[in-house]
Nanobody, 125 residues
Framework: QVQPVESGGGLVQAGGSLRLSCAGS????????VGWFRQAPGKDREFVAA????????NYADSVKGRFTISRDNGKDTVYLQMNTLKPEDTAVYYC??????????????????WGQGTQVTVSS
């Protein structure tokens, strides 16, 4: 079963940074487009960022543009989400998701077939 594994979450003060990692857990991530989503308590899961396979096209939610960066390290078979200038409203469980397709914007929950268990990010004010 394909299930990505997230890591790197934690508690950070507002204005700080964290880097989340998504590993393939035995399945190479280069075969997938990868997205990051987040879900805060009482809210729907929302798109954060995506990187498509082959084209390396990236897409970001407006709320994180200029602060978050998604990238791949194919040598380590890992996708990263670098989060800078964090705000309390970024507090959520962050999920990595995999999509076997190449095209599309990657910003829809329904594009993704495989989901990780999530990692908690808490930003204190």
């Amino acid at each position: 079963q394909v299930q990505p594994v997230e890591s790197g979450g934690g508690l950070v003060q507002a204005g700080g940074s964290l880097r989340l990692s998504c590993a393939g857990s035995g399945h190479t991530l280069t075969s997938y487009s990868v997205g990051w989503f987040r879900q805060a308590p009482g809210k729907d899961r929302e798109f954060v960022a995506a990187i498509r396979r082959i084209t390396e096209f990236t897409n970001y939610a407006d709320s994180v543009k200029g602060r978050f960066t998604i990238s791949r390290d194919n040598g380590k078979d890992t996708v990263y989400l670098q989060m800078n200038t964090l705000k309390p409203e970024d507090t959520a469980v962050y999920y990595c998701a995999l999509d076997p397709s190449t095209y599309g914007l990657g910003d829809s929950f329904y594009e993704y077939e495989y989901w990780g268990q999530g990692t908690q990010v808490t930003v204190s004010s």
